[in-house]
Structures are given as structure tokens and as C-alpha cells.
């Protein structure tokens, strides 16, 4: 037999505060959750409850006693069906993911609310997504600040050179475009690496030449000039006011088109401007 750890009881739409009490052995108020999918209570006796799948064209069902372990079970398979096998979206039958459990329940903590709270659903729904961003706050803090892992471990603003592996996905990306295939031959390959030993020799003949690179993305742009910026800060080359006045400006990529431009065109890692402020 199956035991308690193998499923769990979920507040279903019917659920009352009066429900989450030890004396409800009948589980009024509450779904099974068992490996992705949802079941109803559709019986209850004195002994144990009924528990039948929630998709309407499936007939897999469990019992559990009033002790929490399953004492009987359908042999039969949930009866599951894909998008591409059906015509209707409602025939569709698959098992529950990590993300759609975690989007039910929280859903089912804000319809409780609602029917407790003399509060809007938006306001609910908000405290609730900020409670949990609250939690995951405390986690990163106790772990990646506070805890085993250490800061230089995982943080790489200042690193010279590439700080993301964004240009290795790239590259990879690009080999896969021009292979086309899964399991190139051996022409396909030495003729790939000839185009990619000729890209490499231009720049390099280039660079010598004293030739500009290619122009960067603005975006990539404004990532320095703030990290310039704060470099200033912690060299204590200019006060917080400055930093505040000239590195917030980068982070508002959207609100303003003319302060963007403006912020990511101008190229402060010279610092001309920020040193004239501080006279």
C-alpha cells in the first residue's frame, strides 16, 4: 500500500476555514493531489473516502483510510490524451507540472482570502506574490550572502573580459545554423572551420591595422557606464549624490526615450563629467 508521503491533500474551490481542523477525517473542503494529477472526494463511510480523477473521461481512483494511506487503487492507467491526440482542448489529460501545482495553489490561497477578507482580489493576490518574493529573498540572502556560497564565487561585475557565456551560446547557436544536422560529415566540418579560421584571421588583421570594432549595442553600453560609476563609488572618487544622479538614470531602459538615449549613447567611463561635479 501506498503511504501519506506518496500524495497530498489540496484545498479545493469548497474549501471553509472551519475545514482545516484534525476532526475533518472525511477531508471536506480538500482535492488529492498523486503524482500531477487532482482527485474529488466522490464517497465517504465511516471507514475511509472515495476519490475519483477530476478529468470527466478518466476513471482512475483511489481510497484512503482515515489514517492517510491509499488501501485500494485503480489498476487502470489515467486515460491520457495530448493536444495533437484530441479536437477539443478539454479532452486534453496530462499530469500536473511543478510550475501549474505551484500556480493552483496559489490561486486557492486567494480565492480563501477573498472569501474570508473584505479585501479586493488584486490586493490579496499582490500580498501574496509579495510574501512570496519575501520568502525567496530570505533564501537568497541566507545562502548566497550569508551562507556557504560566497560572493566571489558568484558574482562577476568586475571580471575583465566576458562576464556572461552569452558569446559561447552564440557561437553554438551559429555552428548549429550552419551544420543543419545533428551528425555532420567530415567535408561539412573542415569547411565550417575554414570559414571560422578566415573570420578570425580578418579581425586579427584588422585589430593590427588599428581598424574600429564593430559598434557596440547601446544596451551593452550603458551596463559599463554603470559599473564605471559605481567603480567611482567605491573608490570613493565621487559622493552618493553623484552616483545617484548619474547611475540611476540607467536603469530606467524604458520610461523615457530622450534620458535613454541620452544615458546610453554618452559613454561616461572617463568620468570627465562626474569629476567636474564634484568642484
Known amino acids: 500500500m501506498s503511504n501519506y508521503d506518496n500524495f497530498q491533500f489540496i484545498r479545493s474551490n469548497t474549501f471553509k476555514p472551519?475545514?482545516?481542523?484534525?476532526?475533518?477525517?472525511?477531508?471536506?473542503?480538500?482535492?488529492?493531489?498523486?503524482?500531477?494529477?487532482l482527485y474529488y472526494r466522490n464517497k465517504k463511510n465511516k471507514n475511509s473516502t472515495y476519490w475519483t480523477c477530476k478529468h470527466p473521461k478518466c476513471k482512475a481512483f483511489l481510497s484512503i483510510d482515515h489514517n492517510g494511506r491509499i488501501i485500494?487503487?485503480?489498476k487502470a492507467d489515467h486515460n491520457l490524451k495530448t493536444l495533437d491526440e484530441v479536437d477539443n482542448q478539454k479532452?486534453?489529460?496530462?499530469?500536473?507540472?511543478?510550475?501549474?501545482?505551484?500556480?493552483?495553489?496559489?490561486?486557492?490561497k486567494v480565492k480563501e482570502r477573498c472569501s474570508s477578507e473584505d479585501v479586493g482580489a488584486c490586493k490579496i493576490s499582490e500580498d501574496t506574490k509579495n510574501?512570496?518574493?519575501g520568502n525567496f529573498l530570505d533564501y537568497f540572502v541566507n545562502n548566497f550572502f550569508e551562507g556557504r556560497f560566497s560572493m566571489d564565487i558568484w558574482n562577476h561585475y568586475d571580471t575583465n573580459g566576458p562576464r556572461t557565456n552569452n558569446n559561447l551560446e552564440s557561437y553554438n547557436r551559429k555552428l548549429k545554423a550552419f551544420m543543419d544536422c545533428a551528425h555532420p560529415n567530415i567535408f561539412k566540418s573542415i569547411e565550417f572551420f575554414q570559414l571560422q579560421e578566415t573570420s578570425a584571421f580578418v579581425k586579427y588583421v584588422h585589430?593590427?591595422?588599428g581598424k574600429?570594432?564593430?559598434p557596440r549595442k547601446k544596451l551593452d553600453i550603458g551596463k559599463d557606464n554603470n559599473l564605471c560609476i559605481y567603480k567611482k563609488l567605491e573608490q570613493h572618487d565621487i559622493s552618493i549624490e553623484s552616483y545617484l544622479k548619474y547611475g540611476?538614470?540607467?536603469f530606467t531602459f524604458r520610461q523615457n526615450k530622450?534620458?535613454?538615449k541620452a544615458a546610453f549613447d554618452t559613454d561616461s567611463s572617463d568620468g570627465e563629467d562626474l569629476d567636474s561635479s564634484e568642484e
Open 18 to 37: 472551519e475545514n482545516d481542523d484534525n476532526d475533518n477525517i472525511n477531508k471536506d473542503g480538500f482535492e488529492v493531489l498523486l503524482n500531477g494529477f
Open 72 to 74: 485500494n487503487q485503480s
Open 91 to 108: 479532452d486534453v489529460h496530462q499530469p500536473l507540472t511543478h510550475n501549474e501545482i505551484l500556480a493552483l495553489n496559489f490561486t486557492k
Open 131 to 133: 510574501k512570496n518574493f
Open 207 to 209: 585589430a593590427n591595422e
Open 212 to 214: 574600429p570594432a564593430p
Open 248 to 250: 540611476m538614470p540607467l
Open 258 to 260: 530622450n534620458s535613454e
